[in-house]
């Protein structure tokens, strides 16, 4: 999307637009487009100044202050504050802004300085997690396009995949063996993915077979590696049929299964008429529960 209108910039900023209007009158900022019938527009320049300026303001800056500074100085200043993780707020934000200007670099910047000062799991629970439902809400509302939740999606499964293999590499000997899995047509895995990385990290062993997993898949494998625990995630409505003829075959070739349950279609209440009665975790809290 090239342009939005004030009520994507109160979504993508948190600045509510009865705000934005009032520093319009009073600090002629921002300074917005106007369509030939009058209606207020702003392109990607004003997106990312705003975004700057709600950083710098969530850090408790006086707007009059902020306001004196040049376009370049509040971007500086804000950059500043990707070094600090005081507030969840902060690196929030400056991912929404590098995001909408597909910027990867500072992207994988700011996600990186999150894992290194407070680890992988504060990155994910207390960042990354708020960031993308954010994000979803945002192109559900038809804000922005759905290229840039698969742009920043796909930065993030890189870093759970890297982080999952370091842990996995130096291993001699495992306690429990788990197979991770997204049914046939199910494609969102950031969930999955971190559930990988918390079962390795915590000292097990697992089978990670990803994205659209069908019945012919499992079944070439049970034998060679007998799982203790399957973990199935579940959040498009598209697929439920083929999920469910999945878990009764495990069911059936796995007589002693305990599979674990994930994604918003298990979480939430789902029809009884599926007669499902394995455990469901609906935080990562309750996975790590398990592993320790």
């Known amino acids: 999307m090239d342009f939005f209108s004030i009520k994507d910039i109160e979504r993508l ?10 520093w319009e009158q009073r600090f002629n900022f921002p300074q917005p487009k106007r ?14 100044l705003l975004l700057n300026v709600s950083t710098l303001k969530d850090k408790g800056i006086r707007i009059s202050s902020i306001l004196s500074l040049s376009p370049e100085e509040i971007c500086n200043k804000a950059a500043e504050f990707t070094q600090s993780l005081d507030s969840e707020n902060t690196p929030r934000h400056m991912l929404r802004c590098a995001m909408m200007n597909l910027d990867e670099k500072n992207f994988d910047k700011i996600l990186s300085n999150c894992i290194i000062q407070k680890g992988m799991e504060y990155a994910m629970m207390d960042v990354v997690f708020p960031f993308l439902q954010s994000v979803g809400s945002m192109w559900q509302t038809n804000t922005v396009s759905p290229s840039y939740e698969h742009f920043a999606s796909n930065i993030i499964r ?10 996995h590499s130096y291993r001699i000997s495992y ?8 049914p046939d047509g199910e494609l969102h895995e950031i969930g999955l993915l971190f559930a990988n990385y918390m079962v390795r990290a915590a000292g097990h062993k ?10 012919d898949d499992i079944r070439g494998f049970m034998n060679s590696f007998p799982p203790d625990y399957w973990i199935i995630s579940l959040t498009s409505t598209i697929n439920t049929d083929s999920a469910l003829r999945l878990i009764r075959t495990i069911e059936q070739q796995d007589a002693e299964a305990r599979i674990l349950l994930t994604g918003n279609l298990f979480t939430s209440e789902h029809p009884k008429s599926w007669k499902l009665n394995h455990p469901v975790i609906r935080q990562p809290e309750d996975l790590k529960k398990l592993l320790h």
């Open 175 to 182: 306690t429990r063996n788990f197979i991770l899995l997204l």
């Open 158 to 167: 890189n870093k759970l995949i890297v982080a999952s293999d370091t842990h």
């Open 13 to 22: 900023t948190g600045i509510r637009a009865h705000t934005l209007r009032i």
């Open 206 to 215: 697992s089978l990670y077979l990803g994205q659209s997993t069908t019945l």
């Open 35 to 48: 369509t030939a019938t009058n209606i207020r527009y702003y392109d990607h320049h004003d997106l990312q």
